[in-house]
């Protein structure tokens, strides 16, 4: 028998301290227990490419070598 393990509850690391001390504040605020980062999810990355446009990006892509 397999159990999976939710996604969620594997420990993330951090991407400024390296630590895998990541906590999830709420539903889209994580925080490193470490090094006190903080990143919304709910909010866009700035230089961030929004995903329908990757989407659409890789469907022409595609097309093109077909």
Known sequence: MIIQIPEHSHPMEC???G???IVQEGSSIYTCLNCS????V????????PTWLLLVTGIFVVLILL
């Open 15 to 17: 991407p400024q301290c």
């Open 37 to 40: 980062f903080r990143r919304d």
């Open 19 to 21: 630590k895998r001390a």
């Open 42 to 49: 709910s909010e866009p990355v700035a230089g961030q490419l």
